[in-house]
């Protein structure tokens, strides 16, 4: 919810005091919708994850939202009959397989856990699909910073309730950890400009290029935060994991070249 609320404060301040980007207006009850389903979707996403973590290992979770791309590819399909070529989707199997051998097929198992899971899986997918159609529609077009200034304040109110329920103690809580740590509002600040940041490059990247490749990109991601761990944090490493997020590079790279040849 902090990540949220400083998207909408900053979006603003960027937007109408220091003029980066012209305001646009909602100029129809149809795109408002698009914006609100894109809130809710995208806070579906978020309490998912997190409550399928209280049931599954992370290995699991993690191997599970590396089919993310898949339902993307579905979701464009379904909604904007957008079709990509078949060597395309072939460059998908190791972007997907590469994370789900690195995650070591972990046995710890909970149906209710894996629905929770596999539904932010697709509510991620779907949410990336709607918002290159805000991003690139004819006449209902927003910028990116615009589309995040319409966006997070819904999430604030929708992310509000579900906050006090799951964490009815984070404001207690966290007054005490400040006293505790005299540096926690800086880098409770660092953290959530850094997100706002995260969000705007998100909604860039799908609007120049597509929603499919920044699902792609997002299971790189997990590539080089493992290899950014070791280095930095001297974090342990198997086999199978080296060999996983190889594949996962392997067919990221692969889906670049594919991209490139039959666009």
């Known amino acids: 919810m902090c990540h949220m609320s400083a998207c909408a404060i ?30 809710i979707v995208f806070c579906a996403s978020v309490v ?18 590396a089919t993310t791309p898949f339902f993307t590819a579905l979701f464009a399909y379904l909604m904007t009959l957008k079709r990509e070529a078949w ?10 397989a590469g994370v789900v051998i690195a995650s070591g097929g972990e046995p ?8 929770m899971c596999i539904s ?20 209902e077009k927003l910028n990116s910073m615009n589309l995040m200034l319409y966006m997070s304040p819904i999430a604030v109110v929708a992310l509000l309730p579900v906050t006090l329920v799951m964490e009815p103690d984070v404001i207690s809580l966290t007054l005490t950890l400040a006293k505790q740590h005299q540096y926690m509002w800086i880098l409770l600040l660092v953290n959530s400009v850094m997100a706002y940041s995260a969000n705007l490059l ?6 120049h290029t597509s929603a499919l490749t920044l699902q792609v990109l997002g299971n790189a991601k997990g590539a080089v935060a493992v290899v950014i761990s070791i280095l930095i944090f001297q974090n342990p490493v198997t ?3 080296i060999g996983g997020y190889s594949i996962t590079v392997l067919g990221v790279v692969a889906y670049g070249e594919t991209k490139r040849r039959f666009r």
């Open 10 to 39: 900053l979006s603003y301040i960027s937007i109408v005091f220091l003029n980066l980007v012209p305001l646009q207006h909602l100029k129809s009850r149809s795109q408002f919708l698009k914006v609100a389903t894109l809130s």
């Open 202 to 207: 998100n909604f860039l990247v799908t609007k």
């Open 48 to 65: 998912g994850g997190n409550v399928s973590l209280r049931y599954l290992p992370v290995s699991f979770n993690q191997a599970v939202g």
């Open 239 to 241: 086999v199978m994991g």
């Open 87 to 96: 060597v395309t989707y072939g460059a998908l199997v190791p972007v997907v």
């Open 108 to 115: 710890g198992f909970h149906w209710f856990g894996f629905i």
């Open 120 to 139: 932010a899986t697709a509510a991620r997918a779907f949410k990336s699909v709607l918002q290159g159609i805000l991003l690139s529609s004819e006449g």
